[in-house]
């Protein structure tokens, strides 16, 4: 698509022609999931009426063209994201999963007593707890670059911070409560300078920004194919190779070996290393659905439609009155985070709830943050490609209504 077109984009997400309560949908909780395009809906039919197969084992016609599919769409996440070898893309549940696998994998191989891991104020709590888990188990410690009242990283203390004893950085590129944009260029030349590794939460990047993972350098990307208009239940830990490598697996099991006897096993090559057990395959290959979704219409058309959005909804909240804006980092991307004076947000999601427009109140999964603003939660609206202003025109109409009622 040369010029983003969103009456187009609009038609391709089926679940947008539904009403809620009677009123049309305004679906402004992408930031939790997406909504999915037809073209992934047709694919999660097609792989279970044409091809579902285990990947990898069988000799019979479908399990062949199940791992064909299977390694094309890994070849497609290569592409995606321009990873330099196919193999260092690894099949994971989502974030979650590839933040765990590097915190116990790397951690295990390199995270000692006294050493010293490197995040930020604002990360999601699946950044935070897997590396306090593993700091706590081997006596490590949890450092957290401070930030300000806009959301912006103290990058001074964050380069204060990096010294011989730490082991790993590991930062979002986009926060989920905030939207600010981190300086990951930045972020992974401070931390290459000590050759300390640095891994990229990007599971609010990966579908708003381009991300190519060489020009980054980074070591370690991860994200969720649900919150790129692909299925739940697969995400994509990214890693080089080197260093992949050189970690011991995450779990034992089916795929990950090339041996085994009851005296000893030996473990295969990468990425299947990383990979015991059947794979959700459907879920893998209808990601690359998603992604080929993505790459027709163009990461870079998608985030200028996207941050046209934001300035429009950013302009609409900043004339209601008593509201606060959570998060005015220059850099931000897509989120429209607020509380009001007096007002619970929740109060406010379940009224918005009753008008057909989904946001979603709370902390967000970053507590952190809201303990740092001294407040409970937010109301979040986190929009996507499929948005348009009149959605954030409901959103204001509605917001109104429901202050009307809760002040
Ligand atoms: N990191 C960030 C910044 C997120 O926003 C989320 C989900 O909201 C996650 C990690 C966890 O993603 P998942 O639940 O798909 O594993």
Not at 344 to 363: F, K, Q
């Amino acid at each position: 698509m040369n010029s983003f077109d969103i009456n187009r984009v609009r038609n391709d997400f089926p679940i947008l022609a539904r009403e809620v309560y009677g009123n049309p949908l305004v679906y402004l909780d992408n930031g939790a999931t997406t909504q999915k395009p037809q073209s992934v809906i047709d694919a999660i039919i097609h792989y279970y009426s044409e091809i579902n197969s285990n990947v990898h084992r069988g000799v019979h016609h479908l399990s062949q063209v199940s791992t064909d599919a299977m390694e094309a769409a890994r070849e497609s996440v290569r592409q995606f994201i321009n990873a330099k070898h196919v193999h260092e893309v690894i099949f994971v549940k989502g974030t979650t999963e590839g933040i765990n696998l590097v915190a116990q994998c790397f951690g295990k191989l390199k995270i000692k007593k006294d050493d010293e891991v490197i995040i930020s104020a604002m990360e999601h709590h699946s950044n935070i707890v897997p590396w306090q888990m593993h700091c706590e188990q081997v006596g490590a410690k949890l450092r957290v670059i401070p930030m300000d009242e806009r959301g912006v990283l103290d990058m001074d203390a964050y380069k204060n911070m990096l010294n011989e004893k730490t082991k790993i950085v590991a930062i979002t590129y986009v926060s989920n409560a905030l939207g600010t944009i981190n300086p990951v260029e930045e972020i992974i030349a401070a931390a290459h300078q000590l050759d300390v590794p640095v891994l990229l939460d990007a599971a609010q990047a990966i579908q708003h920004i381009s991300v190519d993972v060489q020009a980054l350098n980074v070591d370690f990307l991860v994200f969720s194919g649900h919150k790129m208009y692909g299925p739940t239940g697969i995400g994509i830990l990214y890693g080089k190779e080197s260093l992949l490598n050189e970690m011991p697996p995450y779990q034992g099991g089916g795929e990950m070996i090339k041996e085994v006897t009851f005296e000893k096993t030996t473990y295969n090559d990468l990425p299947f290393k990383f990979e015991a057990g059947t794979p959700h395959i459907e879920g893998i290959i209808v990601l690359k659905a998603a992604i080929d979704y993505l790459t027709e219409i163009g990461l870079d058309n998608i985030k200028k439609y996207e941050d046209d959005l934001l300035d429009y909804g950013t302009g609409l909240l900043s004339a209601v009155n008593g509201l606060k804006i959570i998060g005015t980092a220059p850099e931000k991307s897509s989120v429209l985070s607020f509380i009001v004076d007096g007002v619970h947000p929740y109060d406010i999601g379940v009224l918005l709830d009753r008008m057909g427009i989904a946001v979603r109140t709370g902390h967000h999964c970053a507590e952190p943050i809201m303990n740092q603003f001294e407040i409970p939660g937010t109301v979040r609206a986190s929009l996507a490609l499929y948005n348009n202003k009149e959605d954030l025109d409901k959103l204001i109409a509605g917001l109104d209504r429901a202050l009307g009622m809760l002040r």
